[in-house]
C-alpha cells in the first residue's frame, strides 16, 4: 500500500506507482493530483524534480481510455530533451494498463515519419509547440476527443517565444478539456496567459517540510562618495561566495550620468555589466534587457524608470549605490530580490550626510536599520555569464518562429536543446541565448545551414 491507494486511482496505476517504487507522495504530488482527478484545471508552481511529472501522468492516464484510438492527452514542453523524458516516464507509468500509444512530436525528426507514425493516432502526444502546432495546422494530427492538456516548465516554454504557439495550438484544441499548467516560477507571463488558457484553476504552490524561511535581509553601508565603486566591487564579490552557481545583481543609480560611469567601471574589472537608462534608443534598451534575462550579463546597472518592466524571477542581489529618494523607491528596488520564494539580499550605500534619509526611509518601510560594516577585500566581483546572445537579422516579418530557430539549431546532430536559452523574435531581429561555449559553433551553423533553407546574418552581442 502506497498514499496513491488512496486517491481513487485505477488498479493499473496504484500497480505502477508500486513498481516505480514510490512509496509517498511528493508535496506537488499531494497537493495537485486530488484537484487533477476531480478534472480541475490546475495552475502549480512546482520545481524540476518534484515528481510534477507522476502528478500529470497518473491524472491522464487514469482516465484514458486505450480502445478509444485518437488523441486524449497532449504534454507541451520547451525542449525536445524534455519531451523526450517525460515520454520515457509517461510510458513506464502506462505500462500496466497495456496498449497505450504515445508518440514524441518534436522538431529535428523527419516530419514525413512524423506524418506516417500518426497515420495509427497515438493516445498520448508529447511535443515541442512549434512541431505540435505544424502537425495541427498540416491535419496530420487531429484533436478533437482530447481530455488533457499539460504544458510542462510553462514560463520556460514563454521565455522562449512560444506563446504565440501555444495560443494558435488551443485554438486547434476542443474548449471542454482540462488545461494543467506547471510552472517553476509564476513571472507576470504565466499570470496572464493562465486566464486565456484555463477555466477557474486551482492555484497551487507545492512546498517542502525543509523549505527555509524566505525573506530579505537588508544591509546598509554608510560610504564616501569617493569610495561608492570600491565599495560596490567588495558587496558583488562578498554576494559570489555566498551563492551556488553563477550569480546576478541589478544595481540602482540616481543618475543616468552614474549609471554609465559605474557600469564602465565595472566592466573594466571583468565584471559582465551593462547600462540601462532612458538616454539609450529604444533598440539599445531592448537588447540590455533581454541579456539580462537570458543570463548573458551578470550585473545590470539602471535608473530606476528604466528598470520597470524587468522579470526576473529569482534575483539574489539588489544594490543601491545611490540611496533611494523615498520609501516607495526603495521599496520597489528591493522588491526585484526575494522572488519566487527564494531568499533575497538588498544593499544600500548612504553617504554620511545621508543618515537622517535612511532613517526615515526605514521608518516609513516598518523594518529596522541595518547599519552594517563593509564587506572584506578579496575575490572577484564578477565571472563570466553562463550564455551568450546571438542575433539574427530575421524576424517576425521574415514568419520566423522560436520552433524555427531551435529546430535549426539543435536537428540533425546540433547543439543540444539544453544549450540553447531564451529566444525572443522582433520584426526584423530574433534574439537566442546559447551556452557560452556553444555561441560560436551555433553562429557558425546558422549562418551555414539558415533557417527554413533562408540564410541570415548572425552574430554574438559583445560582453
Request: one cysteine or more; a positive charge; aromatic letters at 4%.
Amino acid at each position: 500500500m502506497n498514499d496513491f491507494s488512496r486517491l481513487g486511482l485505477r488498479p493499473e496505476l496504484i500497480d505502477s506507482a508500486t513498481a516505480q517504487g514510490f512509496a509517498q507522495m511528493t508535496p506537488v504530488q499531494a497537493q495537485t493530483l486530488p484537484a487533477i482527478l476531480a478534472g480541475t484545471d490546475v495552475l502549480a508552481q512546482a520545481e524540476t524534480g518534484s515528481g510534477k511529472t507522476a502528478a500529470f501522468g497518473f491524472g491522464l492516464l487514469n482516465r484514458l481510455i486505450a480502445t478509444d484510438n485518437t488523441p486524449q492527452a497532449l504534454i507541451l514542453c520547451p525542449t525536445r530533451e524534455l519531451a523526450d523524458q517525460v515520454s520515457q516516464a509517461l510510458r513506464q507509468f502506462a505500462a500496466p494498463i497495456g496498449n497505450v500509444k504515445l508518440m514524441t512530436l518534436c522538431g529535428g525528426s523527419p516530419m514525413r515519419a512524423q506524418i506516417n507514425s500518426l497515420a495509427r493516432p497515438p493516445h498520448i502526444v508529447v511535443g515541442t509547440p512549434g512541431r505540435v502546432l505544424a502537425h495541427l495546422r498540416r491535419a496530420s494530427l487531429s484533436a478533437p476527443a482530447l481530455q488533457t492538456l499539460v504544458l510542462d516548465e510553462a514560463d520556460r516554454m514563454l521565455d522562449m517565444g512560444f506563446i504565440a504557439d501555444i495560443q494558435a495550438i488551443v485554438d486547434h484544441l476542443p474548449a471542454d478539456r482540462q488545461t494543467l499548467l506547471f510552472s517553476a516560477t509564476w513571472p507576470d507571463a504565466v499570470r496572464e496567459i493562465s486566464p486565456r488558457l484555463q477555466r477557474d484553476p486551482a492555484h497551487i504552490t507545492a512546498t517542502t517540510d525543509d523549505t527555509p524561511t524566505r525573506r530579505i535581509s537588508e544591509i546598509f553601508h554608510r560610504v564616501d562618495d569617493r569610495d561608492k565603486l570600491a565599495v560596490l566591487e567588495r558587496v558583488l564579490a562578498d554576494a559570489r561566495r555566498r551563492q551556488t552557481g553563477f550569480m546576478q545583481a541589478l544595481v540602482f543609480c540616481n543618475r543616468r550620468e552614474t549609471v554609465d560611469r559605474v557600469a564602465e567601471h565595472l566592466t573594466r574589472r571583468g565584471v559582465a555589466a551593462l547600462a540601462l537608462h532612458g538616454d539609450r534608443d529604444q533598440r539599445e534598451r531592448d537588447e540590455v534587457l533581454l541579456r539580462f534575462a537570458n543570463q548573458s550579463c551578470a550585473v545590470l546597472v539602471a535608473t530606476d524608470v528604466a528598470a520597470r518592466g524587468l522579470d526576473i524571477p529569482a534575483l539574489p542581489l539588489v544594490v543601491s549605490v545611490d540611496l533611494a529618494g523615498d520609501v516607495a523607491t526603495h521599496t520597489h528596488r528591493i522588491g526585484r530580490t526575494g522572488r519566487a520564494g527564494e531568499s533575497g539580499r538588498a544593499v544600500s550605500l548612504a553617504t554620511p550626510g545621508e543618515g537622517d534619509r535612511a532613517e526615515r526611509i526605514a521608518a516609513e518601510g516598518g523594518f529596522r536599520l541595518n547599519w552594517s560594516r563593509w564587506p572584506e577585500s578579496g575575490g572577484q566581483a564578477g565571472a563570466k555569464p553562463p550564455m551568450a546572445t546571438l542575433v539574427i537579422q530575421g524576424g517576425r516579418r521574415d514568419k520566423l518562429r522560436p520552433g524555427d530557430i531551435l529546430g535549426a539549431l539543435t536537428g540533425d546532430g546540433g547543439l543540444s536543446g539544453a544549450d540553447v536559452g531564451k529566444i525572443d523574435i522582433a520584426d526584423t531581429r530574433s534574439y537566442v541565448a546559447i551556452a557560452r561555449a556553444e555561441a560560436r559553433p551555433a553562429r557558425d551553423r546558422l549562418r551555414k545551414a539558415g533557417i527554413k533553407k533562408k540564410r541570415f546574418r548572425v552574430a554574438i552581442l559583445a560582453d
